[in-house]
């Protein structure tokens, strides 16, 4: 036998046997809560102890028999103690009919129990004490009262819902509760490993922590019915009720009344009346503040359920839906389950609350009621579109063990669609899947408007992994045929998934006002809007979103999307500085991704992590994840992933000071003066390419890059585009002016703050330009400057240069400690408050409250070392800046 958790009472009750004192303690809980397990563990430690160990049990068909429970004890005591037979008889043989009074039979068996504990110890295990018979239960009390001085332990289990001597017998008492969740977790995947996510949610949700729940339960999550043993605990006292309480007990069991007092329910629930003879048989409980009555055990509210018929519980489902008519989700989950035949007020009505439920966080509820908005469509039409987003949602929830929407439900379309979705992401296979979006899309029926949307976002997620330039121009004039059945938003992630140098221009606008109340967005809107973000480089104003969403729709929500949110968060760890949270947030989203098989997300995460072991000079990882990624991904011509491990390669190579084989990486990701179309690298890797051109004396090749960013427009294209382009003209400027004009555009520039690893990079650049010049003094802020950033990353080989740079003119590199400690978020906030605006003005920006704000400010200050708001400007401008902390 093996419990679940339980320290706290476990280390109590061996403390007891273990004793060599006499020792008393009652264990009080509910039914079912693991008290004869927490027994049973106390037998055994004491017979390895050396303890005779007499077990009794207290039976409720026996509790009106006097002294039966007395005589269970007596009996197994018989060879021990030959007065034994004389207390026996006195109580249950022929001379009984005036058995001695409670003092003198307690006074005997207090000496029989002793004189046996005195050459061996005792332990006296009583379990289900509530059922021992009146007299019995007042010997054992009296013995218990008055143990004193031999080894002789008594421990009886009592459920605390059932009145019993035992409640006067003023003994210590082990209060037993439900399992933590954690623990409730455990017990419950040790016995049922196999159940389905929202089965196996459900008998969490029932079970409230009861040991005894979480195994008996799995098997009502079908048509199995009541579990013999709950039926034994609550079933014949429910039948017994008259119709009117059993018909309160079913309301109030459907409506989710809770089984305890105080559960802490924020939304009102049916009170239930008329209901003394449920509270009188133990039923119920009534809460001592408010009067109400609720359930004593979640298993009594389960119980009652069983036990309706069909009709009744509809009946009643009809009731509540009436109820709560005001409360959308609540009315939808008793109207779903109230019909018995189509009604689309109730179709409409469950189709708003997964609609509801989808924003929140639970779409993986919102697939069951927009399959059961399907079935009672009264409309053939509506029929087959609320079938066909049921199918739709159930891919992007799907999770390994789930259930998708019953066969004869399935919409085929939209069913193709998941299909093709799904083994892509699994197989990456990006030809394939774009041959069979676009036939799709053309043998479409007329009116499919929403499958026609899905398929044309599919097309895009496809066509911007394949990054094949011939494959996106098919996908361009696909869409462009459509006319207006392309909206501006799936516009916005063709232009900007696509190539951002080509088609990204004017986008920022558009994509803005998208994403302007991203919570009322879809979670697959929202994570489309912020993949379009981070090729406009601007993610980062939406990752506060994502950070408070992503648990949710990865535990009840659009798994898929979940995943998604963690990338574009990690990625946006990455651009703003926060390497060591990035590596949380890329480790734990690859072990996700290979949980649920999906290849392509996970070979993709495997690159970024490459990217950042390359950056930290940690080569032999970076190149190891790369060859993992490149083998996967270059036969099934990813090019996204292909195109981020040619790049892992130019990093690993500079790291290292390989410059030769960082320029010959960089060319041939594009070619020096040109950005190749539809690469995403082309232009994230300007800078790469003409620190390495510079290192090995291309300045001709590396002016020319510059030029072709300038030219193409890099500057009003994204924030990171402008601030690297301008680090580049000032890197390759043919005259001192240049250089000056440019590197103070780059710095100066508001993304200079938003990504400290390009800043760094310009700023060594231009300190090393400098120190040729012999401004040693400015060289030095600079140098200085750019090697703290690059130590507090963890940029080794950039922070060797820059203090390198620095001997030269004679400077001690920068201590890589000590520096303010800021988290992420209050750094954002140090920044905006830094740049003059209002805690009302940040907290509009960030979504926070003004007042949460002033209490970032509050932490902040002396992390900086200032009082006044005004010492703030300064101290985010200095060069020994803030870093960030690993938080």
């Excluded at 309301?251 to 239930?272: E, I, Q």
């Amino acid at each position: 036998m093996v419990i679940i958790g339980r320290d706290r009472e476990r280390a109590e009750i061996s403390a007891m046997v273990q004793s060599t004192a006499s020792r008393v303690l009652v264990v009080r809980g509910e039914a079912g809560v693991g008290k004869s397990a927490l027994l049973e563990e106390a037998a055994e430690l004491a017979v390895r102890d050396g303890h005779l160990v007499i077990r009794i049990t207290g039976v409720e068909v026996e509790s009106g028999l006097p002294y039966s429970g007395l005589h269970q004890l007596l009996y197994q005591l018989l060879p021990l103690n030959d007065d034994i037979r004389t207390v026996l008889d006195a109580v249950t043989g022929p001379g009984a009919d005036a058995p001695p009074s409670l003092m003198t039979l307690g006074i005997a068996v207090l000496e029989l129990l002793s004189d046996i504990a005195t050459r061996r110890p005792l332990l006296v295990i009583l379990d289900d004490g509530h059922w021992l018979d009146e007299g019995s239960a007042d010997v054992l009390g009296f013995v218990g009262r008055r143990i004193r001085g031999v080894p002789l332990k008594l421990l009886v289990a009592l459920r605390d819902e059932v009145v019993s001597r035992f409640d006067l017998a003023v003994l210590p008492e082990l209060t037993v509760g439900p399992l933590t969740d954690e623990d409730a977790v455990r017990l419950l995947d040790q016995h049922h490993p196999s159940l389905g996510e929202r089965v196996r949610q459900w008998v969490l949700d029932q079970a409230l922590g009861n040991p005894l729940a979480l195994l008996e339960l799995p098997s009502q999550a079908g048509d199995a019915g009541l579990p013999r043993r709950l039926h034994q605990l609550y079933g014949s006292r429910i039948a017994a009720l008259s119709d009117p309480a059993r018909a309160e007990l079913l309301l109030g069991a459907l409506d989710g009344v809770g089984t305890r007092p105080g559960d802490g329910r924020a939304k009102p629930r049916h009170r239930m009346r008329n209901v003394g003879e449920a509270v009188a048989c133990g039923l119920l409980d009534t809460e001592p503040i408010t009067g109400d009555v609720t359930f004593r055990h979640p298993l009594v509210r389960s119980s009652v359920v069983q036990m309706a018929t069909p009709e009744q519980r509809r009946a009643a489902h009809r009731a509540l839906a009436d109820l709560h008519r005001d409360d959308l989700e609540r009315r939808a989950m008793h109207l779903a389950a109230a019909c018995d035949a189509p009604d689309e007020e109730a179709a409409r009505v469950l189709e708003a609350a997964a609609d509801s439920a989808i924003r929140h966080g639970g779409a993986v509820t919102a697939v069951g009621w927009l399959t059961r908005a399907a079935e009672l469509s009264e409309d053939t039409v509506e029929q087959a579109r609320r079938r066909g987003y049921a199918t739709f949602l159930s891919g992007y929830a799907a999770r390994p063990g789930s259930e998708l929407p019953p066969v004869h439900l399935t919409s085929r379309p939209d069913a193709t669609v998941n299909a093709i979705h799904q083994a892509f992401f699994e197989d990456g296979d990006v030809r394939s899947a774009h041959r069979q979006a676009l036939a799709m899309i053309e043998g479409l029926p007329d009116g499919s408007t929403e499958t026609l949307a899905r398929l044309q976002v599919l097309l895009l997620a496809v066509n911007q992994y394949a990054a094949d330039p011939a494959m996106w121009k098919e996908a361009h004039r696909t869409l462009a045929s459509l006319g207006d059945l392309v909206t501006e938003q799936t516009q916005i992630y063709s232009n900007t998934w696509s190539d951002v140098v080509l088609h990204g221009s004017g986008w920022a606008a558009p994509l803005e006002r998208a994403a302007a109340n991203l919570h009322d967005r879809e979670p697959w809107d929202v994570t489309r809007l912020a993949t379009a973000a981070y090729h406009l480089d601007v993610v980062s104003q939406y990752r506060p979103h994502l950070e408070r969403v992503v648990d949710r729709e990865l535990a009840t929500g659009t798994m898929f999307s979940g995943l998604i949110m963690l990338t574009m968060i990690m990625l946006d760890q990455m651009g703003s500085g926060d390497w060591d949270a990035a590596v949380r947030t890329g480790e734990r989203a690859l072990a996700l991704e290979v949980e649920h098989g999906l290849h392509l997300l996970a070979h993709q995460t495997r690159a970024h992590l490459a990217q950042l072991a390359a950056l930290r000079g940690q080569t032999a990882r970076a190149l190891e994840l790369r060859a993992e990624a490149d083998a996967w991904a270059r036969p099934r011509g990813v090019g996204f992933v292909t195109g981020l491990a040619d790049s892992i390669a130019v990093t690993a190579a500079l790291s290292e000071g390989d410059y030769e084989a960082a320029y010959r990486h960089a060319a041939g990701i594009t070619t020096p003066g040109t950005f190749r179309p539809y690469c995403g690298q082309a232009s994230r890797t300007l800078l790469d390419l003409i620190e390495a051109a510079l290192r090995t004396g291309r300045t001709e090749q590396a002016r020319r890059h510059a030029l072709a960013a300038r030219d193409a427009g890099f500057t009003g294209l994204s924030p990171r585009l402008a601030l690297t382009c301008y680090g580049a003209l000032a890197m390759t400027a043919g005259s001192e002016r240049e250089a000056t004009e440019m590197f103070t555009r780059a710095t100066s520039h508001p993304a200079a703050a938003r990504f400290p690893f390009e800043t760094a990079r310009i700023q060594l650049a231009h300190g090393i330009r400098l120190r040729h010049t012999r401004e040693r003094a400015t060289a030095r802020s600079l140098l200085t400057h750019a090697a703290g950033t690059f130590e507090r990353l963890g940029a080794a080989a950039w922070a060797g240069r820059a203090g390198a740079e620095l001997r030269i003119i004679g400077a001690a590199p920068p201590a890589s400690a000590p520096y303010a400690s800021l988290t992420w978020q209050e750094r954002r906030i140090a920044d905006l408050a830094a740049s003059g605006l209002t805690n009302k003005e940040i907290g509009a920006r960030l979504r926070l409250s003004p007042r949460t704000v002033s209490s970032h400010l509050y932490r902040i200050f002396p992390k900086l070392g200032i009082t006044t708001r005004a010492a703030l400007r300064d101290a985010m401008n200095r060069p020994d800046r803030v870093t960030e902390s690993k938080d």
